[in-house]
């Protein structure tokens, strides 16, 4: 962290970047929050540890045509988005100046409060060697808990330790997945069709529309989506009804469908903890298996899927069904 | 002061829907809001904080005021008679309102905070004070507010800044106050409603003077806890009434907006928030006119023809905060518009809320 | 507001006898917008237009929904009906209720409630059709062709002739292409280069034609009517204006002498001098210093060329040259090469010399080629007493090492070759392994009949799977007969492989360049396989010879004299109007990110910095362009485009969902 | 729910056709007299590309029981690619409904030339009889529109 720190210090004092994105010391232990820092001694403020694990690369766009470099902490799955956001001509990649953090499994304050931890004071071990224990200092004693417990669903999936973009790279990273990505999306498909339609219809009549995960989404980057604009008499309406939601929700990960990176934001920010990355997951889970294995951000030059075919493309009437018989 | 066991509280919630619609904490794929109990659901009280705030229960997220049908008045002139005399007929059509229905039932509210029941009167001072709301008044007039006391503060509140005492809701406009003691919920009726409500209830509470001088030491403990919290010396001495021109023109906003969304989680968690949209959809012979919540950190929100009148996230941001801590002060003699829940606290998505706005003006200085 | 009339047509018992239009008209007077309906017998009608522009005048009309037959019958019929009437055409919308309802449905009631939901849902439309105008663009009279072969040349003529100016780009330092390169063309046997070399003498003298020679397309910007080129002149090194063509610089060089430069144009079966014209009756008639071998330009020293040159036109520090021209109309005909035989070990290729490709043995049999028209083993300079001939080699291959498509060239010259071979040394035995012989077109199956019953070449049908040079310097072939179910070993002294075409290597960059789509196999896509064979999708990018697909020489010649009458048609005209439902983008909420230039066929969107001003905007931002001029109105980039900045003038985003909703009422 | 007289359910059906493949043959099938249903009702849109997953949806929001979408067969589109983007959103858009359990065929897309008027008359009877086999589209439905 403090390696991390000096060299973003020495890029400003430098003049080799005018600004810094990166995470700002919090109130609380666990909410250290995306920042802009401009000068040296804002930068005292910078902090990056275990619940770093806001995706920067979105605040990219804002500062791609400000006057001069901008530098930005990047973790290895962050950097997919940037490379996506290069590809769609949303940054600027001659402005950034990226710093490829270090990353071993990043934080959610939720499983800890899931796991009846509140009234917190204090929290040791969330530092970024991302091993060990976590203990958590609260006014109703201490409690303790495994980093690896305590991981972001998405780190159970983690896409790798390396980043795809970068300019220098500050810190070790370490692959934390454990799981298969598409296991969720797969128990979902099993399922019969009334079971999954009841599954969504749970999850999603707790939406209460608030736009966090299409604000957080790096590739939800429209300068006006289309449910705040007059195209499609669709502008954002909150939960006016059951449909409205799953409208929504389709269109939303059908947007990004080959353009999603998985960072997982979308899951991360729900007030309401709906798994919505599993809408974007199926997209990427139907893409690989219909069209060729794909990631988005991989590689800033290719070819988005839903931008290309082949002559031999899978029939729609294929891509349904396939768990029957 | 009456009792229920906690175990027999499934007794409690049914007896009272029986006579009401009830409006309580309910666990749903892993969360808890506010919804209508019925057998199958899950209640839980055990949570400190639903996810929404209980204001949906004076305010819901949408509600119709009323739709309007179209019909058509056949032409005098049956066309297959005279198709040019039929041409030149002017075409008649009747357009019906028909009201959006407001309750006129009573219902019950259990389980609210104290600080989401101070909420309550902020929406108050919005939607009685000047203009009257029907819809709202309607339900504020047969909602009957059950709060109940937060056994466990955690570190987000800091509801005591704002004067609101989370260990003792007869202080509070609810009609009847609740604590759980040990394995019991102590029920005290607060007003006529509470004391209504407690009658249809009655034979499954216990009259229990003995718990008197628990529901004190219940007390005295979440005021000891909610001293230790970390917010529980925020200073608010330098905002309220009056700042407006001072706090507007900081440099400070400029610094502190940035990495926000602009989604509305914090607006809508929010116990005080309280502006809406009114639009319309289109039904089959007519439309429908329905208000749904609105969040003025939105890019359209009140949006115009001639634009944004806050076309940046700065003022956006600004504005959100200056209205809980400045404008809504100035205008409802010194009431902030924040109660301390600590929701947005959690749940901003980019850690951003109203306690860091506060500190950061503080940290100015 | 709108205000729509509705004309509900009886089309004589075709749609009454179904549809009570009647009825029809009494509910559709009800429906937003709509102030006036009526019906007809004949809508269509002198009469019944009659009617369509009375009440458009009468009753100010700003928008027509005709009830008839489908749009694709007479959308065009009263579109023009409300432009005489002063109504701007676009503002009409066809409600469909014959085709999609009368004619398929038996219940008078049903039939009836459809005819009106489809007229609500053209009426829904209507409300919100904007006025549209035709564009106009202007076009530059000028045509280029890239490529000087057969396809190019004719295509270049064609267009010259009509009195439009043509230019043509070829890459090599000669126009004339493959057909240059051949001994005689089947199925009459004439000479190639007897038919080709006037058709090249009248391009060369054409007032109308320039020719680039030893020249590639750098760039290509612009859209139909108004392409702008960039053409990159290789610097030959020679004078073109001062060259007589004298050809002393060749003889003299010494290079020529070593016999170290392979000649391109003879397959690299015989050798060229470092200054060079592919052959003698190269058009233009001046050479070129190929400074990748030339002496002087590897070491400094030589200039021979340069001291014998009667006209001093040797230019050793000429340098590559653009030049920029606009044009209306582009001709691909870049023509064709044989695949590379690599990957086909088995027929051994590569490892001996007496196993050639059919156009080798082309040059071979040429009287200017590499043995003066002596049919001679490479190897030895012997005459072959046993010749195979093998066919599809890479062509209707099933693997990546050739080609799925049929050559469609190979039967015929292979029949070509044996019966001339035959022809001229009768005691060659000559044998052809084939898989099929696929001989349609005129006089081409009696052809190959000759080369069976008149000449008796040896035809097997089967596969051979490998040829083994012999210590001796023979061959042996092995092969399987098909129809006798035999393995077959044969010796040979000559194998001939008919390698499969593919499109000459730069189709798909200069198909890039000029945005047309080309397929799997590199050929350039046609417009329409069958009603539009010689265009591109691309508006004013046109197809001509091989490029396109195989094809032999006639085919090639009339398919660039269709090209041509296409080129003609379009050069013909001063202005071009342009379809007017084109895509548009929306500054304020376009990201600039290139999706949907990513999914349009047409090339026709482009990206600019636009200042973009509005209410709390004040930026310069990357914003899509549409050019109208090349858009098609497909609306791919609508559907593609995430932030619904992309709409489709005529089929709105929004106007397509009125018309669910007026279904779906 | 709409009945006919027979108190058999009735269907809603939108079918998006494009100009120059499937509207043509659904024409043809008319001047063919191939009936089928009158619960179809065809937008025309001037290629299978030009349909957004949103009018799909809103169609559906609106009270539709089965959405098709018809185009020019791969390979002959009129504007040369327009169906094959079609079909790979189609493909994702219909797999992701089936994922969130709406019942499979409701949605279809079926490639319809010009010539095949016969085809376009089975197709679209087929499809009647599966929407009628499904019953009514409650799960992506707008319960308001039903009145």
């Known amino acids: 962290m403090q390696e991390l720190k000096n060299r973003l210090i020495q890029l400003i004092s430098d003049g080799t970047v005018a600004r810094v994105i990166g995470w700002k010391k919090g109130d609380m232990p666990y909410n250290p929050e995306p920042a802009c820092f401009s000068t040296v001694e804002e930068l005292e403020d910078f902090v990056y540890d275990g619940f770093c694990g806001a995706n920067l690369s979105k605040m990219m766009i804002e500062v791609a045509n400000l006057e001069g470099k901008t530098a930005v902490c990047l973790k290895p799955c962050d950097t997919y988005s940037f490379n996506q956001l290069i590809r769609e001509h949303r940054v600027n990649r001659e402005n950034a100046y990226i710093i490829g953090v270090g990353c071993r499994g990043k934080l959610d304050i939720e499983k800890a409060r899931k796991a009846g931890i509140k009234g917190i004071e204090a929290i040791e071990g969330v530092g970024i060697e991302g091993e060990g224990d976590v203990t958590f200092k609260t006014i109703y004693g201490d409690k303790a808990m495994a980093y690896s417990e305590l991981l972001l669903d998405r780190c159970h999936v983690c896409k790798g330790k390396d980043h795809m973009v970068y300019d220098e790279v500050i810190g070790e990273s370490k692959d934390t997945a454990d799981s298969d990505r598409f296991d969720d999306v797969k128990k979902i498909e099993a399922m019969s069709s009334a079971e999954k339609f009841a599954y969504f219809q749970n999850e999603l009549s707790k939406c209460i529309r608030c736009n966090a995960c299409r604000n957080v989404c790096p590739a939800c980057s429209c300068r006006k989506c289309v449910f705040d604009n007059t195209k499609f008499d669709s502008q954002q309406r909150a939960n006016v009804d059951s449909f409205e939601e799953k409208m929504f929700h389709i269109i939303r990960a059908f947007h990004v469908a080959g353009r999603c990176t998985d960072c997982g934001e979308c899951s991360r920010v729900c007030p309401q903890g709906i798994p919505l990355h599993l809408f974007n997951r199926k997209f990427i889970k139907d893409i690989d298996d219909f069209y060729g294995e794909f990631q988005a951000g991989k590689d800033p030059e290719a070819q988005s899927p839903l931008t290309d075919f082949t002559f031999e493309d899978l029939e729609p009437k294929q891509a349904v069904g396939r768990g029957e018989n | ?365 | 507001m709108q205000r729509i009339g509705v004309f509900v047509c009886h089309c004589g018992s075709n749609i009454a006898a179904t549809v009570d239009v009647k009825k029809v008209v009494e509910l559709v007077r009800y429906e937003q917008g709509v102030v006036y309906a009526d019906d007809y017998m004949y809508m269509c009608s002198e009469a019944g237009q009659q009617k369509v522009m009375e009440a458009i005048k009468e009753h100010n009309l700003t928008g027509l929904v005709i009830c008839s037959c489908s749009p694709r019958m007479h959308e065009a019929t009263f579109r023009a009906c409300a432009a005489k009437a002063g109504l701007n055409p676009f503002m009409v919308e066809i409600a469909n209720i014959r085709e999609h309802c009368s004619w398929i449905h038996k219940d008078m009631e049903e039939a009836t409630k459809k005819a009106v939901i489809l007229a609500r849902a053209a009426i829904a439309k209507v409300n919100l059709n904007t006025p549209l105008q035709e564009g106009e663009s202007p076009v530059v009279k000028r045509a280029l062709v890239i490529g000087g072969g057969i396809a190019g040349i004719q295509t270049a003529l064609d267009i010259a002739n009509a009195g439009y100016p043509v230019d043509i780009v070829e890459k090599e330092p000669s126009i004339g292409g493959r057909m240059s390169q051949l001994d005689k063309t089947f199925p009459t046997l004439d000479c190639s280069s007897c038919i080709l070399t006037p058709k090249m003498v009248e391009v060369a003298q054409h007032p109308n034609i320039k020719i680039y020679s030893y020249s590639e397309v750098e760039k290509v910007g612009g859209f139909v009517g108004n392409f702008e080129v960039d053409i990159r002149k290789k610097a030959r090194s020679v004078n073109e204006d001062k060259c007589t063509g004298c050809g002393v610089c060749q003889t003299k060089c010494p290079l020529g002498k070593t016999g170290k430069i392979p000649s391109e144009f003879n397959r690299g079966l015989g050798t060229r001098s470092a200054i060079y014209t592919p052959f003698a009756q190269a058009v233009p008639n001046v050479p070129v210093i190929d400074r990748e071998n030339c002496t002087y330009f590897k070491t400094g020293k030589c200039g021979v060329c340069a001291k014998l040159c009667p006209s001093g036109c040797i230019d050793y520090e000429q340098q590559d040259q653009i030049v920029t021209e606009k044009y209306g109309a582009i001709v691909v005909a870049t023509g064709f090469d044989i695949i590379n035989l690599d990957k086909y070990d088995e027929y051994a290729y590569n490892t001996c010399p007496d196993v050639i490709t059919s156009l080798e043995l082309e040059r071979l049999m040429n009287a200017a080629g590499p043995t003066g028209g002596h049919l001679l083993r490479m190897s030895d300079g012997k005459a072959p007493k046993d010749i195979v001939f093998i066919q599809c080699v890479g062509s209707r291959c099933a693997d990546d090492r050739g080609k799925p498509y049929c050559s469609k060239v190979c039967c015929m010259y292979t029949a070509k070759h044996a019966m001339l071979i035959k022809d001229h040394w009768p005691e060659m035995n000559v044998t052809v392994f084939y898989i099929d012989v696929r001989t349609p077109g005129k006089n081409f199956d009696e052809f190959y009949r000759r080369a069976v019953e008149q000449y008796h070449v040896n035809y097997i049908k089967g596969q051979v799977g490998k040829v083994m040079p012999q210590a001796d310097g023979s061959l042996i072939v092995q092969g399987s007969d098909l129809l006798d179910g035999k393995q077959i070993k044969m010796k040979a002294d000559m194998v001939v492989l008919a390698a499969a075409v593919e499109p000459n290597k730069d189709a798909r960059k200069i198909a890039s360049m000029l945005t047309a789509s080309i397929d799997n196999n590199d050929f350039l896509t046609e417009a329409h396989a069958k009603l539009r064979p010689v265009e591109s999708p691309t508006a004013g990018i046109f197809l001509s010879g091989m490029s396109q697909g195989p094809k032999d020489i006639p085919e090639t010649v009339s398919q660039a004299g269709a090209a041509a009458v296409k080129v003609i048609g379009l050069l013909a005209k001063d202005k071009l109007k342009t379809n007017p439902c084109t895509a548009k983008c929306d500054m304020f909420q376009c990201n600039g990110c290139s999706t949907c230039a990513n999914v349009c066929p047409y090339g026709a969107i482009s990206y600019e910095d636009t200042l973009v001003r509005g209410p709390g905007v004040n930026e310069t931002r990357r914003i899509a362009k549409v050019n109208t001029a090349l858009c098609q109105g497909c609306g791919a980039c609508t559907s593609a485009c995430p932030s619904g900045a992309m709409d489709l003038q005529g089929f709105s985003n929004l106007q397509i969902i009125s018309e669910v909703d007026a279904i779906c009422r | 729910m709409p009945m006919n007289e027979n108190n058999e359910f009735k269907p809603l059906i939108v079918a998006f056709c494009c100009n120059w493949c499937s509207y043509a043959g659904a024409d043809l099938a008319g001047s063919s007299r191939l009936t089928y249903p009158e619960n179809v009702k065809i937008i025309r849109v001037p290629c299978s590309g030009r349909v957004n997953p949103m009018f799909i949806l809103r169609a559906f929001e609106r009270g539709a029981d089965g959405v098709i979408i018809c185009g020019c067969h791969p390979g002959d589109c009129h504007y040369s690619t327009g169906n094959y983007y079609a079909r790979r959103r189609m493909a994702l858009l219909f797999s992701m409904l089936e994922y969130m359990g709406i019942e499979n065929g409701r949605t279809r897309v079926e490639w319809c030339s010009a010539a095949e008027g016969a085809k376009f008359s089975k197709t679209m009877n087929e499809f009647c009889e599966k929407i009628a086999s499904l019953g009514e589209n409650v799960r992506l439905g707008d319960l308001r529109c039903k009145n």
């Not at chain 2, 357009?95 to 006129?104: A, I, R």
């Not at chain 2, 029907?134 to 709060?147: A, D, L, P, Q, T």
């Not at chain 2, 909610?226 to 400029?254: C, H, I, M, R, V």
């Not at chain 2, 926000?260 to 289109?282: E, S």
Request: hydrophobic share 35%; with cysteine.
């Open chain 2, 1 to 365: 002061m009456y009792t229920i066991s906690k175990d027999n509280l499934n007794s409690l919630y049914a007896k009272i829907a029986s006579s009401y619609d009830l409006f309580m904490p309910i666990k749903k794929a892993g969360q808890t809001n506010y919804g209508f109990w019925n057998e199958d659901a899950e209640a839980d009280i055990e949570t400190l904080k639903t996810v929404k705030s209980g204001k949906d229960a004076f305010f819901p997220q949408v509600e119709t005021l009323y739709n309007v049908n179209k019909t058509i008045i056949p032409a005098d002139v049956a066309a297959s008679d005279d198709a040019e005399k039929a041409a030149d007929t002017p075409i008649k059509t009747k357009l019906e309102v028909v009201p959006g229905k407001f309750v006129d039932q009573d219902f019950v509210i259990f389980g609210m905070k104290p600080c989401d029941v101070r909420g309550i009167e902020v929406m108050d001072n919005v939607f009685l004070k000047d203009f009257v709301d029907n819809y709202y008044k309607s339900r504020r007039e047969h909602g009957i507010v059950v709060s109940l006391a937060c056994h466990a503060p955690e570190e987000s509140c800091f509801c005591t800044v704002f004067g609101i005492d989370p260990a003792d809701p007869s202080k509070s406009v609810a009609d009847v106050a609740t604590w759980i003691v040990d394995d019991k919920l102590v029920w005290k009726p607060l007003t006529e409603k509470g004391e209504a409500l407690t009658a249809v209830v009655k034979d499954l509470l216990t009259d229990d003077s003995a718990v008197d001088s628990k529901v004190d030491a219940e007390i005295t403990s979440i005021t000891e806890i909610s001293k230790k919290l970390p917010y529980a010396n925020l200073s608010l001495e330098d905002w309220g009434a009056g700042k407006t021109d001072e706090k507007f023109n900081d440099e400070t906003w400029s610094k502190i907006y940035q990495g926000c969304l602009g989604c509305g989680t914090c607006t809508f968690v929010c116990p005080t928030c309280q502006c809406y949209d009114i639009k319309d959809y289109t039904t089959k012979n007519g439309i429908q006119r329905y208000r749904c919540w609105d969040s003025c950190m939105y890019s359209d929100f009140t949006l115009m023809a001639g634009g944004q009148n806050r076309p940046t996230q700065l003022q956006r941001f600004r504005q959100r905060f200056m209205h809980k801590l400045v404008y809504y002060p100035t205008n409802n003699d010194g009431m902030y518009m924040c109660v301390g829940c600590g929701r947005c606290v959690e749940k901003c998505p980019q850690s951003k809320n109203v306690v860091k706005v506060i500190k950061a003006f503080e940290n100015k200085k």
